[in-house]
């Protein structure tokens, strides 16, 4: 993993009165599961989306490893960086495969370890890769969709996982699987994750610390799930 540092970042969207994102200064340690809890509006997604410079900042900076994501071109962007959605984000023109193989054959993998890799992801991810490969993303449900959503993240192997509420509408017995493979790939290949949950026993299960966030994404705790629970 690598860390990730947010100084004093900030997002006013054009027209608003206010920020977004109000100055928030957050240190990640490298492969660590840091979980954003917060209501609705408060600005997580916001937040995510300025790490994974889909928007740009109005103020401070972000650094990865130590790098400035700024001075980061797209290509080394998306080797660092997996991002999965709730709306699971799939291009609806691409099969499921197409859609996972994305980052590996945009980073120019040899096309049989692309395919290997693409069977890997949707094993890991609980769908059969022979019945689901060639489906387009319509012809999947919600909670499948966002399986190929993570899938898809993970598929280059990133060491930063960047995940908005990914889980939400994937059945609860799958949900459990997915949170434990989270669980192994951070304590086995030591993948920073920042995961955005509104499901408190989500956030108590798979995360190292916890931000508590408040209007304009103001921390109002940042701790250990055991702190948390005893203050
Ligand atoms: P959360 O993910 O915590 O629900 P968001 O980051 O989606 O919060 O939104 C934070 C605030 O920014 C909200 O008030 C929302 O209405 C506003 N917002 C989000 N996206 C835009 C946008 N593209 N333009 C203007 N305002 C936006
Ligand atoms: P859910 O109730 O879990 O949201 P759906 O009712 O959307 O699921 O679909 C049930 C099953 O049928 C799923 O396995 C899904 O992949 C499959 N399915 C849904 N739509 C299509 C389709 N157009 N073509 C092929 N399979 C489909």
């Known amino acids: 993993g690598a860390t990730i540092e947010l100084e004093a970042l900030t997002k006013r969207y054009p027209g608003s009165a206010l920020p977004a994102v109000e100055s928030v200064t957050l240190d990640i340690r490298a492969g660590e599961t840091v979980i954003l809890v917060g ?47 709730q709306a699971s984000g799939l291009f609806p023109h691409m099969t499921v ?28 991810v609980g769908l059969d890769p022979a019945e689901f490969h060639g489906r387009y993303p319509r012809q999947l449900s919600g909670g499948q969709q966002q399986r190929v959503g993570v899938a898809r993240a993970l598929a280059a192997d990133p060491p930063v996982l960047l995940m908005d509420e990914p889980f939400g509408a994937v059945d609860p017995i ?55 629970l005893t203050h």
């Not at 799958?174 to 408190?200: C, S």
């Open 39 to 85: 209501p609705s509006g408060c600005g997580k997604s916001t937040l995510l989306k300025m790490i994974n410079r889909l928007i740009e900042p109005t103020g401070g900076r972000i650094r990865i490893g130590g790098e400035d994501v700024t001075d980061m071109d797209p290509v080394r962007l998306r080797r660092t960086i997996g991002y999965a959605i």
């Open 97 to 124: 495969a197409q859609n996972v193989a994305l980052v590996p054959k945009m980073l120019r993998w040899p096309a049989a370890r692309v395919r290997a890799r693409v069977e890997e992801m949707l094993d890991l």
């Open 174 to 228: 799958t949900r459990d699987h997915l949170q434990d493979e989270l669980i192994r790939l951070q304590r086995e290949l030591h993948k920073t994750i920042v995961f955005v949950t509104h499901d408190f026993d989500e956030a108590i299960k798979i995360g190292d610390r916890i931000a508590v966030l408040r209007e304009r994404s103001h921390i109002a705790q940042f701790d250990t799930p055991e702190a948390i």
